[in-house]
């Protein structure tokens, strides 16, 4: 699922449970172990007693108690602690490390090819030095003279979330689609600068890929942040070479901001936010651990599903979203975390000349409809397309229905007049 700072609490939440589980699960396991042999006290029958002739004439007497015997015997599977113990904890680690297995595919429907995510057209694949040593990952897709379409995937994800447009516009459309620095196939800035500013500049390059043939800009979440830097920062590219903006499930300013439960994350933003932040820097052995121990109880899967879904997506869609818990590392995350807590582009937005397509989702809570309702209001020629149902993962969740929008939005792009280079 794309990343937001406040996912933060979050990934360090399901962290702790991860632990929590497997911490218990340890704990009845060893109470098992030191107790899977019982004491067993046992009467000793009077008629073994052994009686010295010397100190009685007779026999025992039998008001005497039978001495008792203890001995250990190995415990029996039933209704015992000891059995307690080791079903509870047995199944206490099964969820541990297998629970995300067992669990997502009762979730949702399986769903049919068209659904695949991973599917995807064969493109033209290039590595793009950036001077700050960073090896940008782009594919390239469709024909050369076919209206060029630049994607821009969210943070955590790569250019695979948009393997989806890739199949619907690829046929008439030029597909630009690109990994930002530290995800997917693209390597690390040497300087690990993550800021917007990085990130727009590295998007002025691809841009540059398209051989000067005007662009559609698509971004999703931190895609769509990068989208409106890259229009502060290289005003002069709007109607030249950037022919139009789609920003999809994406804010306008500091994503604490425009998301649910906003009053609470910025209240805590400073004191608790940015500290985890830093903290998962410098501990990103233990947070990537701790993803991947969540990715296998199932809790990723959960938080993913809340987030990206609205419950009509497939167990496939599910997963592929989920398994990006472990594929970046926690310390690029969090890097690119503090970025978006610097982002505002509230006064861009007025300045921006090219048509716009604001895409929401009516139950995004990751990035709340108003957020996209204040850029539609905002931008001199954009326009507002909701989803519905949809969260944060709506262009992905109604695919086809977005390649449409997309399609008919390019179409009346490359009709719309254009601003001539100065």
């Keep these: 699922m794309p990343f937001m700072p406040f996912h933060i609490l979050t990934i360090w939440l399901r962290g702790l449970l991860a632990i929590a589980l497997i911490g218990a699960g340890a704990y009845l396991l060893k109470f098992w172990y030191d107790h899977r042999y019982v004491e067993v006290r046992v009467d000793r029958p009077a008629a073994e007693v052994r009686v010295d002739p010397s100190t009685s004439e007779d026999r025992a007497d039998p008001r005497t108690p039978a001495p008792v015997v203890v001995r250990r015997e190995p415990w029996q599977f039933g209704a015992n602690r000891e059995t307690a113990a080791l079903l509870g904890g ?72 948009w393997n989806y447009a890739k199949r619907h516009l690829a046929t008439g459309h030029r597909l630009i689609a690109w990994d930002l620095p530290g995800l997917g196939r693209s390597s690390q800035p040497a300087d690990r600068d993550y800021s917007l500013e990085k990130l727009a500049r590295d998007l002025d390059a691809v841009v540059g890929l398209a051989g000067g043939r005007p662009v559609t800009l698509v971004g999703h979440s931190i895609g769509g942040m990068i989208n409106l830097t890259y229009c502060r920062l290289f005003p002069e590219a709007l109607g030249t070479r950037v022919s139009g903006l789609i920003q999809v499930h994406t804010t306008y300013t500091n994503p604490v901001r425009t998301t649910g439960g906003a009053a609470f994350y910025t209240a805590v933003q400073k004191p608790l936010i940015e500290p985890l932040l830093h903290l998962t820097i410098a501990l990103d052995p233990l947070a990537w651990l701790l993803n991947a121990l969540s990715w296998l109880n199932g809790s990723a899967h959960r938080s993913t599903e809340r987030s990206s879904f609205s419950g009509r997506e497939t167990r496939g869609q599910l997963n592929f979203m989920a398994r990006y818990t472990v594929k970046d590392r926690p310390a690029v995350l969090a890097r690119g975390m503090l970025g978006m807590l610097r982002y505002d582009a509230t006064e861009t937005l007025g300045t921006i000349p090219v048509p716009a397509l604001i ?64």
């Design 90 to 161: 047995l199944a206490l680690v099964a969820l541990s490390i297998g629970g995300g297995s067992i669990s997502y595919p009762l979730l949702r429907r399986a769903g049919g090819a068209e659904d695949d995510p991973d599917a995807s057209p064969r493109g033209e694949v290039r590595r793009h030095r950036r001077p700050d040593g960073t090896d940008l990952h782009v594919e390239l897709y469709g024909p050369e003279d076919g209206p060029t379409i630049v994607l821009t995937h969210g943070w955590g994800l790569d250019s695979r979330e």
């Design 359 to 422: 895409v929401a989702g009516d139950r995004d809570r990751v990035t709340l409809t108003s957020a996209s309702v204040t850029m539609a209001n905002t931008i001199p020629r954009a326009t507002l397309l909701q989803l519905e149902p949809a969260r944060h993962g709506g262009h992905f969740e109604h695919h086809a229905r977005f390649a449409e929008a997309v399609r008919a939005f390019v179409a009346a792009s490359a009709e719309a007049p254009r601003l001539q280079p100065s």
